[in-house]
């Protein structure tokens, strides 16, 4: 088991370009939450996936955010049209459910928008 | 709502000092507690949780006892190295909705020898 990964650790994007971010849970976790933490600040969450069913977004997931999980596996974060405000840290977290539930987390994609 | 409030950092302690992160949370009903690490350029890691009242989580040397009372979990440890610099985050789960984590804004620690 390696862990929670994600690609690309980094990404430098110009203003009005598509990200796609690339999170890969832990094998046998079903859920699947995504995060934004900017500096100085502590994660906040966006969303949430249970198998491939997206259950929750938060308020914070504007129109131009989307997430996918197609095979409740891997899921994607993409960003359209992005904008300055959306650089910041993107972390992927994945748990196996349960009254104990823990959530492990990727390192994180770093966003840059010029 | 839920939210956690952190003891505002920076931190500077010198090397076997007692350390000492304050976190009071406010949650309906019966929250999970947790402290998480980031290290310098790495991701979070889960450092302790717990999971209901009067429970002490701990590891690393590092403790937090669950206080329903006063709505509190400080993390604690009697002698830190300069490798526990880091930033620590205090965060809860409801345990309803999407069982999301809210997070503290961090305080970041900084051991001198």
């Known amino acids: 088991d390696t862990g929670v990964s994600q690609n690309p650790r980094h990404k430098i994007t110009k203003r009005g370009q598509n990200v796609t971010f690339r999170c890969d849970p832990i094998?046998?976790?079903?859920?699947l939450y995504w995060y934004r933490q900017t500096l100085g600040q502590g994660p906040e969450f966006l969303t949430y996936?249970?198998?491939?069913?997206?259950?929750?977004k938060s308020r914070l997931l504007s129109d131009r955010f989307s997430a996918e999980r197609p095979k409740g596996s891997f899921s994607t974060l993409e960003i359209q049209r992005t904008e300055q405000g959306d650089s910041a840290m993107y972390l992927c977290?994945?748990?196996?459910?349960?009254?104990?539930?823990?959530?492990?987390f990727g390192p994180g994609t770093r966003l840059t928008v010029l | 709502g839920d939210s956690v409030t952190q003891m505002e950092g920076p931190v500077t302690l010198s090397e076997e000092a007692f350390l000492t992160i304050n976190c009071t949370y406010t949650?309906?009903?019966?929250?999970?507690l947790f402290w998480y690490v980031q290290y310098p350029g790495e991701g979070l890691q889960l450092l302790l949780k717990?999971?209901?009242?009067?429970d002490k989580g701990s590891n690393k040397g590092f403790e937090a006892t669950y206080r329903k009372e006063t709505t509190s979990f400080h993390l604690e440890k009697g002698s830190v190295q300069v490798s526990d610099s880091a930033v620590y985050f205090c965060?809860?789960?409801?345990?309803?909705?999407?069982?999301?984590?809210?997070f503290g804004t961090g305080t970041r620690l900084t051991v001198i020898p």
């Open positions: 965060a809860l789960n409801s345990r309803t909705g999407a069982n999301n984590l809210f």
């Open positions: 949650a309906t009903g019966y929250p999970s």
């Open positions: 996936f249970q198998n491939e069913a997206q259950l929750e």
């Open positions: 717990a999971t209901k009242a009067d």
């Open positions: 094998s046998e976790h079903n859920r």
């Open positions: 977290a994945s748990s196996l459910g349960g009254e104990a539930d823990t959530q492990y």
